[in-house]
């Protein structure tokens, strides 16, 4: 069985909630917090799936606590061949449309380049924004989570998108 890991930086608890719904949907995972259980990128050498979570900030960047795994990433170019990978996160499509999710297509970017095979893209309708780095021939590198606007939908779409998930990757 394939051992997943499921990282994630949080700081309003959007992006933790949906990554702790995933970890109950995909029994096994094991959830990394990047604040407090993040020991360095060797860590990410430990699983088979890894499952990337980060709010977007600014002018589309991911959440803080990705900063400097991200430079040691970019900076150490680990080779991730064979990892398969998946992007999640939070973002707020209407007063921040103009970089709606970006930081997912950043981190997606990023690991593509390091070698992981991307998995879980969804399509771009049912959202409502201007751009986003994450939108990938028509559809999001991941799946987005909009809790300012359409929070009603969050459970929905963490399920929908675990499902999608194991049947994509044979978990």
């Not at 604040?35 to 699983?47: A, K, L, V």
Request: net charge negative; aromatic share 12%; charged share 25%.
């Amino acid at each position: 069985m394939a051992k997943v890991g499921i990282f994630f930086g949080s700081s309003s608890g959007v992006t933790r909630s949906a990554a702790e719904l995933l970890s109950q949907q995909l029994s096994g995972s094991e959830l990394i917090d990047m604040e407090e259980d993040y020991d360095g990128i060797e860590q990410f050498e430990d699983f088979d799936v890894l499952l990337i979570g980060s709010s977007t900030w600014g002018q589309g960047d991911p959440q803080r606590d990705w900063v400097d795994p991200l430079y040691d990433l970019d900076n150490e170019r680990p080779d991730l061949s064979g990892k398969k990978v998946a992007f999640f996160g939070a973002g707020d499509q209407k007063t921040h449309g103009e970089h709606f999710l970006s930081a997912l297509g950043k981190m997606h970017d990023l690991f593509i380049s390091l070698g992981a095979n991307a998995y879980g893209f969804i399509p771009v309708s049912g959202y409502d924004y201007k751009f986003s780095l994450a939108e990938k021939d028509g559809k999001f590198c991941g799946l987005g989570i909009d809790d300012v606007n359409q929070e009603e939908l969050t459970e929905e779409r963490v399920v929908g998108w675990a499902t999608q998930l194991k049947s994509e990757m044979g978990l």
